[in-house]
C-alpha cells in the first residue's frame, strides 16, 4: 500500500475513527485502526466489537494494499504532523512508512488478517432523520440511563419506532426520559435497545445540520452520516413498558420559569452534595415552591414564583435528578405534574409536548 | 457583622483568596476564609501558613463584625448566587445568614479567634516593577523546578536584585532557567527564594497591565497589585550558585527557527514517551541537525534547517526538558551552543538576551 493524503483532513478521520477503539483491550488488534486502500478507496476502520467506525479518506492511491496500525499511536504521529501532504507506505514486513518534507517515521504496523470482520447490516429500508434532531433526542435522555451495570438493559435506551413517531427511552429505577419526534413518512414499527454508551459516542459525532440515515436488522443499528458509518451492536432483552410508568392523572400542576426553578434548585441543592440521597424538599403554596434544605452544614430556604392548579403538596427530591433533568429542557417554562407526595413527578416542558421527564419522589416523614 | 455587598464582586475576590486555602489541612480553620468588617473596610483574608492573600471588599457596612467560614462552602454558595445585591450577617453564636431577593442560606461559621495571625512584613522600601514582566519571569522559569521534595531549595526560584538587574532562577538537577530583567532604579542587592507552588499562585493572579509592589524581609515576601496583598513565606538556605554553571565558551553555536525545531523535537518525542529518558538525538551538520530516536515502538528521523558556527556535533537529550525550554521562548529564533557532548548546552533567544535555558545531555555510547 501507498497513498498520499492531506495531514489536515486524516487526522480528522483518526479523532472520528478513536472512539471505537478500546484501549483497555488484552487484544491488540482492538487497538489498530485498519487502513484500507481498495477499490480506488481508501478508508479507515476501527472496531472495539460493540462498535465499528468506518470513514473514507480523500487521498492519492498509489498502491493498493491493507494494515492494521495502533490507533494511538498512529493518531499521536498524524496529529503532530506539519500541514502538508504525507505519504503513508507499508512494506511486506508490515513496516509503516509515514514520510512528509524531509522527515519520516517508521513504525511496526500488524497483519490485517488479525482485525476482526464487521457486522454486516442490510442497507435497504433505511430511515432519514435530521442530525440535529437525533442530536437532542439523544441528550435530552442519555443522562437517565442506568449506571448499574448489573442492569444492563437499562444501561441502554430504548428506540421504538410506533404510530409514525420515533422515541428514545431512558430509565434507570429513579427517573424516567422520553423524547419523542413524529416523522411523517410509513416506518415499519420497531423496538431496539442501544447501548447509552455508544449513543454518546454517536452524537459526539453528529452535527447540527444534514440527515443521518439509519437502518436495522436483530442485531445491529447503522447510522450513515457526514462520510461516516457507524455500526451499533444492539443490547438483547425486554425493556421495561415505560408507557405504564407514566401517569395519567394529576391533582397539583404548577407552571414555573424552567431557568430561576433549576437555579434556586442548584443552589438548595449546595449543602446536600455530601448527603447520599441529596435531598431537598419543595411546598407548593398559592403563589410559590419554597425549596429548603436541612443539612449538617446549614439551612437554605428559596423561593421561585408559580401559578398552581389544584392542591398544596409537600415533596421530597433527590436534587441530583432533578437538575439534569431541568438542564436539558430548553423551553423556558415548565409543567411540573403530581399526584401525591409519593407518586411520581413528571416535567414537561411547555414549549414541546414530546419530551416527558419522570421522577421518583423520596419519601419523607412529615414534621 | 451586617454588610451588603455585590455578588459578581465578591465572587470575583472568593476566588482569588481561595488559593491561599489548604482544603486538605485537618486544621479547619486552614480551610477559611476570614470576613473583616473593620474601621468602614471589608477584607477578605486566606492564609495556608505558607502563603496569605488580603483582598478589600466593596461593601456597604450595616455592622462592623468578623468571623470566620469555610472557604469551599461560602465559595460555592456565592458563585451560585443570583446577580443582585447580597447580605451576609452573623449573629452571636457564628451563625451566618446570607439573604438575597426572596432566599437565604444559614451556614455555621468559625471563631474569628481561631484564625492564624497573618505575618507583619515591613512596607517601607518597596519595589515596583510591571506585572506583565514579572508574570512573564515566573513562566518562563517555574516549570524548571525540582518536583523532588527531598530538594527543598529546589523546589523554590531564587530571586536575586544586583547590579540593577532583578533574576528569576529555577534549577532541578538537570536543567537551569533564569529570566533576568534590568531596573534602572538602585536597588539594595538581595537573595531570596520563594515556593514555586506559591510563585504559580501569583502568576496566575498577576495580570498584563499595571505594576506590583513587591517587598521582602528575611522572612516574607510581600506582593502587592490590583487590591491583591499577598505575603509568601520564604524557604530557608542557600540556593545554588547558579553562575558558576553557565558555560562560558563552546565549541558549537546553531540557529535555529524555535517553532520548526519545537515542532520536530515533539514529533521525535511521540516514540520516545514511554520511555523513561524521553532520549532523542541531535546530530549537528553543515546547514542541518537531525533529530532521531529509534525506540521499540519505532524510528523517527527529522531534518530542520540551521546555521552553524564551529564544530559537528553529536549529542542526546531528555526531549522533555528540552520541549518544556522551547515552549517559553517567543523569540523567532534561538541560539544553541555547545561544548561537547557531555557538557550542558545553553538556549539563548536572540531578540531576548536575558533568558537563558542550559540543559545537561544525556550520555549515550556512540555507535
Redesign the interface.
Known amino acids: 500500500m501507498k497513498i498520499i493524503c492531506d495531514k489536515k483532513h486524516i487526522s480528522q478521520k483518526v479523532t472520528i475513527c478513536q472512539k471505537a477503539i478500546n484501549n483497555k483491550s488484552s487484544n491488540d488488534i482492538l487497538k489498530c485502526f485498519l487502513i484500507q486502500a481498495k477499490n480506488g478507496v481508501v478508508k479507515l476502520i476501527s472496531y472495539d466489537l460493540d462498535m465499528a467506525i468506518e470513514t473514507t479518506i480523500e487521498a492519492q492511491i498509489i498502491k493498493e494494499g491493507v494494515i492494521a496500525v495502533n490507533a494511538r499511536?498512529f493518531g499521536?504521529?498524524v496529529r503532530?504532523?506539519?500541514d502538508t501532504l504525507i505519504e503513508i507506505e507499508i512494506d511486506l514486513q508490515n513496516n509503516i512508512f509515514i514520510k512528509y518534507?524531509?522527515?519520516?517515521?517508521?513504525?511496526?504496523g500488524h497483519s490485517p488478517d488479525e482485525f476482526p470482520k464487521l457486522p454486516e447490516v442490510k442497507k435497504n429500508n433505511l430511515h432519514s432523520i435530521s442530525q440535529n434532531v437525533l442530536k437532542n433526542m439523544i441528550k435530552q435522555t442519555v443522562f437517565a440511563i442506568s449506571q448499574d451495570s448489573t442492569k444492563q438493559i437499562l444501561m441502554g435506551e430504548l428506540l421504538e419506532i410506533t404510530n409514525n413517531k420515533v422515541s428514545l427511552v431512558a430509565i434507570d429505577g429513579y427517573r424516567l426520559a422520553v423524547r419523542s419526534y413524529s416523522i411523517n413518512k410509513n416506518f415499519d414499527d420497531i423496538k431496539i435497545i442501544i447501548p447509552g454508551k455508544n449513543l454518546n459516542d454517536l452524537n459526539s459525532l453528529l452535527s447540527t445540520e444534514g440527515v443521518v440515515e439509519i437502518g436495522f436488522d436483530d442485531k445491529n443499528a447503522i447510522f450513515i452520516f457526514d462520510n461516516i458509518k457507524m455500526i451499533i451492536r444492539l443490547l438483547e432483552g425486554d425493556f421495561i413498558d415505560y408507557k405504564k410508568l407514566l401517569p395519567r392523572e394529576h391533582n397539583t400542576k404548577i407552571k414555573v420559569n424552567t431557568k430561576d426553578f433549576l437555579?434556586?434548585i442548584?443552589?438548595a441543592s449546595?449543602?446536600s452534595q455530601s448527603d447520599k440521597n441529596n435531598l431537598i424538599k419543595l411546598s407548593i403554596r398559592e403563589k410559590i415552591v419554597a425549596i429548603t434544605s436541612n443539612t449538617d452544614?446549614?439551612?437554605?430556604?428559596?423561593?421561585v414564583q408559580i401559578s398552581l392548579e389544584g392542591d398544596y403538596l409537600d415533596i421530597a427530591f433527590n436534587s441530583r435528578y432533578l437538575i439534569e433533568g431541568l438542564r436539558n429542557i430548553e423551553s423556558e417554562y415548565i409543567y411540573l405534574e403530581f399526584t401525591t407526595n409519593i407518586n411520581p413527578c413528571i416535567i414537561k416542558p411547555i414549549e414541546d409536548i414530546e419530551y416527558n421527564y419522570l421522577l421518583l419522589p423520596v419519601r419523607i416523614t412529615s414534621n
Open positions: 499511536l499521536d504521529i503532530k504532523l506539519p518534507e524531509n522527515s519520516k517515521f517508521e513504525i511496526k437555579n434556586s442548584e443552589r449546595l449543602l452544614k446549614g439551612n437554605v430556604y428559596e423561593e
